[in-house]
């Protein structure tokens, strides 16, 4: 019987006191807006000049595209994942490799390279694509025609 | 024979492939990988028509096994296990 009395004069006072806070914040506002708008108005020009300086927009984050893939960058992260790669004959590999007669790769494992290249650049080839890479050249221009690669 | 299997076999074994890569735990997915990699280097130097083209049924109904163990696998979370950090 006297929790739920308690509770409810707790609530009002609770919110009482709210009100008399928001009534009080909003005379002072009342009282303080002709100086702070004069104050305003007079800095308004500078101030929003200040707001758009290089300085201030140091802070702020932009999200935008990741830079463009080019052909040297492709090519250095197609011969990493080939040098990672436990099958490949490291010595033989160039930028114009082919895989199966330079790397001694088997069918299958070109299939396993093709799948790890896939991975590296977060892309999905077709069959069609995928079975027709050989060579690193292939590969390097097979990833520049794929959407979405990062 | 040999010629015409050969672009369907690849094909399977690029779907094994596919289907190990969406296991969410390390040691499914590398063992449908090492499975389809050994099976397939097993028969390697088969000529046989008939005995190739029970091994593509065959393969063709372990794929099925593989994909849907991964769907199932997909469904609950998995914590990595230390060789994945």
């Known amino acids: 019987m006297l929790r739920p009395t308690m509770l409810r004069s707790a609530a009002a006072r609770c919110l009482s006191s709210v009100s008399r806070a928001a009534t009080a914040r909003a005379s002072f506002v009342a009282m303080a807006k002709p100086a702070t708008a004069a104050l305003m108005y007079t800095v308004n020009g500078s101030a929003v000049t200040a707001r758009m300086s290089p300085t201030a927009l140091s802070g702020c984050r932009y999200y935008s595209g990741a830079a463009p893939l080019t052909h040297d960058k492709i090519q250095e992260r197609v011969l990493d994942v080939l040098r990672d790669f436990d099958k490949v004959n490291v010595d033989r590999l160039s930028v114009d490799a082919e895989f199966y007669g330079d790397l001694g790769l088997d069918s299958l494992d070109i299939i396993e390279v093709v799948m790890a290249i896939e991975e590296e650049f977060s892309i999905d080839l077709p069959d069609k694509v995928a079975e027709e890479i050989k060579t690193v050249p292939q590969a390097i221009e097979a990833i520049a025609n794929a959407e979405g690669a990062i | ?85």
């Open chain 2, 1 to 85: 024979m040999v010629l015409s299997t050969r672009p369907q076999v690849l094909g399977l074994y690029r779907s094994f492939l596919r289907a190990a890569k969406e296991f969410h735990s390390y040691n499914f997915r590398e063992y449908v990988r090492r499975r389809a990699r050994d099976s397939f280097k097993a028969h390697k130097g088969e000529t046989q028509p008939e005995v190739i083209a029970q091994l593509i049924a065959e393969a063709k109904n372990q794929l099925t096994v593989a994909q849907r163990q991964a769907r199932i696998n997909a469904l609950y979370s998995h914590n990595k296990v230390v060789l994945e950090r």
